[in-house]
C-alpha cells in the first residue's frame, strides 16, 4: 500500500507542476465609498489585501463608481477616477450612475481614466463608432497568461445618454468574441454591470444567457448593478461572480491554466469582506483618501436611538423603517394625501448614535427636491400594482396595502385602502415623490403618462433638507412598520 500510494504521489506532482495560477480581483457599485463603515470598507482596507495577495494580479470593476456619495458629488466624479487610477484599475465598464452628472460631463468624467472603460456596446450616434476613451475589449498579460476582458454597459442610464445608443449586449459580446479570439487569449473575461439575481423589476437578465450563448469561449462574467453577492455560480462552464457595493468587500478569483499550453482550465472565488480589523489599512492610500475628503460634511445634524433599517425588518411586510420616516417627511413637507418614496433612493441605513452630514449624503446621494403630482386613483393602483416586481420597489405614507402570496412566493390579492377606503378609480389624489420619479426616471416611468399640468414642485428643499430638519427634533426612532403588510 505505501508503495502505490508513493507512486501515486511520484506520477500526480508533473500534473501539478503544470499548472498555473494568477489572481483576478473584482469590486462593482462602489458609489464613492471611499472610506470605512462601521469598521467595514474602503479603498485603503482594499489597498492592504491587494498588497499582501499574489502578484501580479488583475483588479477589475463592473460599474457605478461616478456618485454615491458628497465627495464623488461635487466632484462630478472626478475623485472616484482619482482613487481608481491610485488603486492600479486595469479596466471598469459602464455603469447607469456614470450618466448622474448629464451626458455633457460624461467626456469630461472618461478622459481622466487612466486605464480602459469597457462598452462593447456602447457607441456615438454622429460617428457610429466607440466614444473617445471608450474601448470594447482589453489584451492584457499577467503573470505569463493572456487574459481578454470584454465590457458590456448598462443600457438604462440613470440620465438620457443623449449623442449615445446602445446595442443589444449578446450581439455586441458576439461580435468582440470574434475581434478578441484573433489575438488567441488564454482567458477571457466579461465584465457588466448588470446582474444575474436582478429582482428589481422582476425580469430575466440576459447576463445568463452569456453561458448559453458562449459557453467554451468566455470563462468568467464579473457582475454588478444588483448589489448582489454571489460566489462560484457556475453555469455551461462559466462563472459567474458578483461582488456586492460600498467597496465593503473585493471578490478574489483564482484562475488556474495549464502551464505548457497557457489555457484555461478553471476559475474559483472567494469573497473576501474588506473588514478593517482583519485587513488593515495601505497607509499611502489612506493618506491619499484624506485628500479626497469633502470638508464640512462630518458635522454631526441630530442622533438615532438605534440603526434605522432602510430594508423590511419582518418577513411579512415590505416597507421599512426608514423608508417610512422618508415618506412621512415627504407627505408633511407637501400637504398632500400620499407620499411615494422609491426604496432604490435610501442607499444605506441611517447609522445608531451621532448622525452626521456625510451619513445623510450616504442614505440619499441625489439632490432631489419634492413634487406635488394630481393623479387618479385608478392610475395609482396601478402604479402601487405594478411596483410589486416581486420586492416593493416603493414606500407610501397615507396608505395601507396589504397582499397574500401564493406557494411560489408571488404577490398577490393587492388591497390598497386610503383613509380606510379603496381607492376610488375616478376620484382625484394629490401625491408626493421626489421630482426624479414623477418626471418619469427609472421605476417611476408610469409618471410620464401624467402631463405637465398635473405637475409642480412642492418648494425648494431636497429630500435630504427634510431629513436634516426631521433629525433636529429629537433622536430618531424607529417608526413601527407594517404600511405593505401579507395577510394569510
Do not use: C
Request: proline share 5%; no cysteine.
Amino acid at each position: 500500500m505505501k508503495k502505490l500510494s508513493l507512486l501515486a504521489i511520484v506520477l500526480f506532482t508533473p500534473l501539478l507542476l503544470l499548472a498555473k495560477t494568477t489572481v483576478v480581483y473584482h469590486t462593482s457599485d462602489t458609489h464613492g465609498f471611499f472610506f470605512p463603515r462601521n469598521g467595514q470598507g474602503g479603498f485603503a482596507a482594499l489597498a492592504a489585501v491587494l498588497k499582501k495577495g499574489p502578484q501580479p494580479y488583475l483588479l477589475l470593476d463592473s460599474g457605478d463608481f461616478a456618485n454615491g456619495t458628497v465627495e464623488t458629488r461635487n466632484s462630478k466624479g472626478i475623485k472616484a477616477v482619482q482613487i481608481m487610477n491610485k488603486m492600479g484599475y486595469d479596466a471598469t465598464t459602464l455603469g447607469n450612475h456614470e450618466f448622474d452628472f448629464k451626458a455633457k460631463n460624461f467626456p469630461a468624467l472618461v478622459a481622466q481614466l487612466q486605464f480602459p472603460m469597457l462598452a462593447a456596446n456602447f457607441f456615438e450616434k454622429d460617428t457610429r463608432q466607440y466614444p473617445p476613451h471608450i474601448s470594447p475589449y482589453l489584451i492584457t498579460e499577467k503573470n505569463g497568461v493572456k487574459f481578454a476582458v470584454i465590457g458590456l454597459g448598462n443600457r438604462t442610464p440613470t440620465n438620457p445618454a443623449d449623442g449615445y445608443y446602445f446595442t443589444k449586449p449578446l450581439v455586441a459580446l458576439g461580435n468582440a468574441l470574434e475581434q478578441v479570439e484573433k489575438e488567441k487569449p488564454d482567458v477571457v473575461i466579461v465584465i457588466v454591470h448588470d446582474s444575474t439575481a436582478d429582482d428589481k423589476h422582476g425580469t430575466q437578465s440576459y447576463v445568463t444567457e452569456i453561458a448559453k450563448k458562449f459557453g467554451g469561449r468566455v470563462h468568467v462574467v464579473f457582475g454588478g448593478h444588483a448589489h448582489k453577492i454571489i460566489q462560484n455560480k457556475v453555469e455551461n462552464g462559466v462563472l459567474f461572480v458578483e461582488s456586492g457595493s460600498y467597496v465593503d468587500n473585493v471578490s478574489k478569483v483564482t484562475v488556474t491554466t495549464d502551464d505548457q499550453t497557457g489555457k484555461f482550465v478553471s476559475a474559483q472565488s472567494e469573497l473576501i469582506p474588506l473588514i478593517v480589523a482583519n485587513t488593515g489599512q495601505d497607509k499611502e492610500i489612506q493618506a491619499f483618501l484624506e485628500t479626497l475628503r469633502e470638508p464640512n460634511v462630518d458635522v454631526v445634524v441630530g442622533s438615532a436611538t438605534q440603526t434605522i433599517a432602510k430594508n423590511p425588518t419582518s418577513n411579512d411586510r415590505l416597507d421599512s423603517p426608514l423608508n417610512d420616516w422618508i415618506a412621512d417627511l415627504l407627505k408633511d413637507y407637501a400637504g398632500t394625501q400620499i407620499a411615494i418614496h422609491n426604496n432604490g433612493g435610501t442607499r444605506v441605513d441611517m447609522p445608531k448614535g451621532q448622525v452626521t452630514r456625510r451619513d445623510l449624503i450616504e442614505i440619499h446621494p441625489f439632490d432631489n427636491q419634492v413634487s406635488i403630482v394630481t393623479v387618479s386613483g385608478k392610475f395609482l393602483k396601478k402604479f402601487i400594482k405594478t411596483g410589486f416586481a416581486p420586492r416593493s420597489l416603493f414606500t407610501y405614507a397615507g396608505l395601507d396595502i396589504t397582499y397574500k402570496t401564493n406557494k411560489k412566493g408571488k404577490i398577490k390579492d393587492i388591497q390598497i385602502l386610503f383613509n380606510g377606503k379603496p381607492l376610488e378609480n375616478k376620484k382625484q389624489y394629490t401625491i408626493a415623490t421626489n421630482a426624479y420619479i414623477a418626471g418619469g426616471g427609472s421605476e417611476g416611468y408610469l409618471f410620464k403618462k401624467i402631463p405637465e399640468s398635473a405637475k409642480k414642485l412642492a418648494g425648494s428643499k431636497s429630500i435630504r433638507d427634510l431629513m436634516e430638519e426631521g433629525l433636529q427634533k429629537g433622536p430618531l426612532t424607529p417608526l413601527p412598520t407594517g404600511r405593505i403588510l401579507e395577510v394569510k
